[in-house]
């Protein structure tokens, strides 16, 4: 498979998983509400550290998996534009509390998830 075709079908994939989620869970919500897109970028974190884990020495993954998986669905299911979204129409709304939070919990949470993953496994 073509590595370029790999990372547009799993960023589709991502994509829309990250789509699916957000709105099981910000259903009930009218306006802005970034937890939808906190979970799915702590998920990605999730994967995309067991992912990197094992394409290291211990399981051999082909290149256009990797891309496929890291590149591709990892890419597409976490979002830094939806993020910074959110983030700016909390701040825009006053709700500054909540942007502040919203910032701090992703990048803390997203990179702690990662060091914790990768000194775990």
Request: aromatic content about 14%; hydrophobic content about 50%.
């Amino acid at each position: 498979m073509n590595t370029l075709l790999a990372i547009f079908i799993g960023g589709g994939i991502g994509s829309v998983t990250r789509f699916g989620i957000s709105k099981l869970i910000t259903s009930g919500f009218r306006e802005i509400n970034p937890l939808g897109t906190l979970t799915a970028n702590i998920i990605s974190a999730i994967i995309l550290g067991v992912l990197l884990y094992l394409s290291t020495d211990k399981f051999i993954m082909s290149s256009n998996i990797k891309a496929f998986l890291i590149i591709g669905f990892c890419g597409g299911f976490s979002t830094f534009s939806t993020f910074s979204y959110e983030t700016f129409e909390l701040l825009r709304s006053g709700n500054y509390f909540f942007a502040i939070s919203n910032i701090f919990v992703s990048v803390f949470l997203g990179i702690g998830v990662l060091f914790i993953l990768a000194r775990s496994l």
